[in-house]
């Protein structure tokens, strides 16, 4: 285990921390106050655009509780963490726009950036915002210990367009190549798992690239599209759908304090989020078994409960249990 290193995240785009709920506070009874009454808007950074130009850009999530986290450690490892993160999101965003609950099928519309902030929403109205995190070194590759704010994470807004974006690309000839693309969603993302387990060859960066590509030169996009494009143009599109793209990306210029090589880091939030809310998920039975005993609530009560309160009470009473010689 490395020495406490000093973290040092680049400066944030936008402050984030007014955006995302904090830790919900406990409430005295969890049968008479619902997890909502502590939900708060989240902004947002790109939002889904609707036929008609209406932008939807805020939403509200509600901290994972044990049914979550039961379903959660019964996923398969192998499923796709996008997919994951879908279903996750249809558990836990309560309200999208003005849908409430939002159809599963508007969550995967919604731009990347949108997904990753709504699943650190979740992150930080559960279990807060301090992020204490282990990373390798690039070069000695020895563990090293980094923490960080969800507020030092910069979100990059970049509203979604309502419809395809038209864009100029170089042709390799000296002239350019008229396209339209848009920024890639939920769907994109689980597709370029999909086809990555089914074997598909395809780089997935390129698989992603030809699903955001709708049109090029007044003719088709897609796969056939991108056979099109020359070399300059394939690179020029990954630029363009990058600048289309809201972000909410962590880079860290980290030092290893064991072999004192400076590097980059970039953090695989959705990733490192999953990982940690998937760790505690084998003792959600026996919580529900010593909160059942003690206080005779019902499965859904305990269940629905915010998982850190659970985990809480559950704490207290395998305490007294303890303390009375039966622990
Ligand atoms: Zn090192």
Not at 63 to 92: F, K
Not at 310 to 323: E, F, I, K, N, S
């Amino acid at each position: 285990m490395g020495r406490p290193a000093s973290a040092d995240p680049v400066a944030p785009v936008l402050p984030l921390s007014a955006g995302l709920p904090a830790a919900v506070p406990s409430p005295a009874d969890p049968t008479t106050h619902p997890a909502h009454h502590s939900h708060r808007p989240v902004a947002l950074p790109a939002g889904l655009a609707l036929a008609g130009g209406e932008l939807v850009a805020t939403a509200w999530v509600r901290p994972l509780n044990g049914d979550d986290e039961e379903w959660l450690a019964a996923q398969p490892p192998t499923r796709a963490g996008a997919a994951v993160v879908s279903e996750l999101l249809a558990r836990t965003v309560v309200r999208l726009g003005p849908w409430a609950p939002p159809p599963p099928e508007r969550l995967l519309d919604l731009p990347i950036a949108d997904r990753d902030l709504l699943l650190l929403a979740v992150r930080t109205s559960t279990y807060g915002h301090r992020f204490d995190v282990v990373l390798s070194c690039a070069a000695c590759e020895r563990p090293m210990d980094v923490s960080f704010a969800a507020g030092d994470i910069p979100v990059q807004s970049c509203r979604t367009p309502d419809a395809p974006l038209p864009t100029a690309l170089p042709d390799g000839r000296g002239g350019v190549l008229e396209v339209a693309l848009r920024p890639p969603n939920g769907r994109d993302q689980e597709a370029v798992a999909a086809a990555a387990a089914a074997g598909d060859p395809t780089p997935p960066v390129e698989l992603l690239l030809q699903r955001c590509l709708v049109g090029v030169g007044g003719g088709p996009g897609g796969a056939d599209g991108w056979e099109r494009l020359p070399v300059p143009a394939r690179g020029a599109l990954a630029a363009a759908v990058d600048d289309a793209s809201a972000k909410v990306e962590l880079a860290m210029d980290l030092s290893c304090p064991e072999c004192g090589v400076d590097f980059e880091a970039d953090l695989d939030l959705a990733g490192y989020v999953l990982d940690e809310f998937l760790a505690p998920a084998g003792t959600v039975l026996y919580e529900l078994h010593l909160l059942a005993t003690a206080y005779h609530w019902s499965e859904h009560t305990i269940m629905s409960m915010p998982s850190p309160r659970r985990r809480a009470l559950a704490g207290l009473v395998a305490q007294d249990l303890r303390a009375k010689g039966h622990g």
